[in-house]
């Protein structure tokens, strides 16, 4: 089959298209025939050696974790799936080396749901991490309705989907970004604010009596939603690799088929969607990379397979 690979830590230039064998698929597995496959910034992270203190890497890579497809095989004593079925799932496993950019992903059944009948594969492709990241981390901080959250890069991948999954569970949102930015997020349903100088005192502004939680999905939000949060323990970051020694929470998201199925479920429910920024063949990963590490991208990046 074809597949992405890398075979040592580097830039993106390492990628290759390359021939490589056809997964294994062991009990509680299921082979996915891949019609798109998400790009996350972790992905070029894990490629540069940014996590290899946390997680075992296994030369060469095939890199990616999101994937939207179909059952093409069930293993021994697999029956949450059967052949045809659409799937999506965030497929991390116990180490780093076979993911979603190939044409076949051999998936745990934990790290998969039913695909959102209303979302194409490309889309779906784009839902996996960056939802059960805004999910997860809105759990995390114990975010309910009736409260006010505050979303530090609201309008990216993962933020422009914390913002609807929060409106839907119930809670107000003021979501920070640039002026061109502002209407994309109103129609999302949050209040946004203007980065930059004088940041806290328009969020005051909005929230004078403060907010009760908040989200950083940029990297340098942490003390500022500190300051302004009720109670500074219902802050979390995914973006700040200090955030557990600034006293903030610093989720590592977990594949869960529930919180998929929740996700699924709100997509076909008309209240979450996914922007696609930018749809590119597989051949193309280190494009998709170089787009994705520019920070300048509104929605997700997917490789169509």
Do not use: C
């Amino acid at each position: 089959m074809k597949a992405i690979t890398y075979s040592a830590y580097g830039p993106a230039e390492n990628l290759e298209l390359t021939d490589v064998a056809e997964p294994r698929v062991g009990p509680g597995e299921v082979l996915v025939r891949v019609k798109a496959a998400g790009v996350n910034p972790v992905d070029w992270k894990l490629a540069l050696g940014y996590l290899d203190p946390v997680l075992e890497v296994r030369h060469p890579v095939i890199p990616g974790w999101d994937v939207a497809g179909v059952v093409e095989a069930v293993g021994p004593d697999t029956f949450d799936h059967s052949v045809g079925d659409e799937v999506y799932g965030y497929v991390r496993k116990e180490w780093v080396q076979l993911g979603t950019y190939a044409e076949l992903v051999a998936a745990p059944v934990r790290t998969l749901a039913r695909k959102p009948r209303s979302l194409s594969f490309e889309q779906a492709a784009g839902l996996p991490l960056a939802g059960l990241s805004a999910y997860q981390s809105l759990l995390r901080v114990g975010a309910g309705a009736g409260e006010t959250v505050v979303i530090h890069s609201a309008a990216g991948g993962t933020g422009s989907l914390g913002v609807q999954i929060a409106v839907a569970l119930g809670l107000r949102v003021i979501g920070t970004a640039g002026t061109h930015n502002h209407d994309y997020l109103r129609g999302l349903g949050a209040e946004p604010v203007l980065y930059g100088e004088g940041l806290a005192e328009r969020i005051r502004t909005l929230a004078p009596d403060g907010v009760d939680a908040g989200l950083d999905f940029h990297g340098d939000g942490v003390e500022l939603l500190q300051s302004l949060v009720k109670q500074r323990d219902r802050v979390a970051s995914l973006a700040d690799q200090e955030a557990a020694a600034k006293g903030a929470h610093q989720p590592w998201v977990r594949p869960d088929t529930a919180d998929l199925t929740f996700l699924a479920e709100l997509a076909d429910a008309g209240r979450l969607t996914v922007e696609v920024a930018h749809a590119l063949p597989l051949a193309e990963a280190a494009r998709a990379w170089e787009l994705s590490a520019s920070g300048r991208t509104r929605g997700k990046i997917v490789l169509t397979v």
